[in-house]
């Protein structure tokens, strides 16, 4: 009888360390020890380290997808009140976890994209999904007259994105709540608020 495949043990292990001591600082010893498999397991299924965080980083967006679809796909409330939702269940997650881990897409953003070709490639091509159910939620709430209309819904949806990851970032540093709070209330009271 086949040994069972250790492939989603190996990618869930390797999430929480790429977490904890980021790309660079991960090595596939630490790994496969996080995991409780044998180096030769990690070979087996990943042809490199830049390939496995390729197949972290797709485990992570399926999550991320998941959020997005619960905060932006609740039609019982109104599209500018369902971006901020979006931004206060990210908020309750990385409370949960201390302000001390922030989004692993942003994180590869800064540490990978630099030295992989092919994850900075596919996180160009994460951020462009990852947009389009915010452009067409802030598009809805611009035609329903809760957000102007200065600015076209994709550029809006970028900015959001952009400025959310730093603010993630400053959390990630002050170890509080505070920069996601104060990005809340000022987008809110500005790019995104209600024409007067």
Known sequence: MPKPSLKDTIIDAGLQAMFRTGYHGTSVRDITAAAGAPQGSFTNHFRSKEAFAGEVLERYFTYTRGLVAEAL???????????KRYLD???????????ARGCLIG????????????????????????????????GEAQRAGEIASDFPADDLADFLLASWQGAILRMKVERSAAPLERFKTIAFQTVFREPT
């Open 73 to 83: 796909g609740n039609a019982s409330l109104q599209p500018r009140a369902r971006l």
């Open 89 to 99: 269940i990210i908020t309750g997650k990385l409370e949960g976890d201390g302000f």
């Open 107 to 138: 994180d590869l953003s800064l540490e990978a994209s630099g030295s992989s070709e092919a994850l900075r490639t596919r996180l160009a091509a994460i951020f462009a999904e990852w947009r389009a159910p915010f452009a067409a939620c802030i």
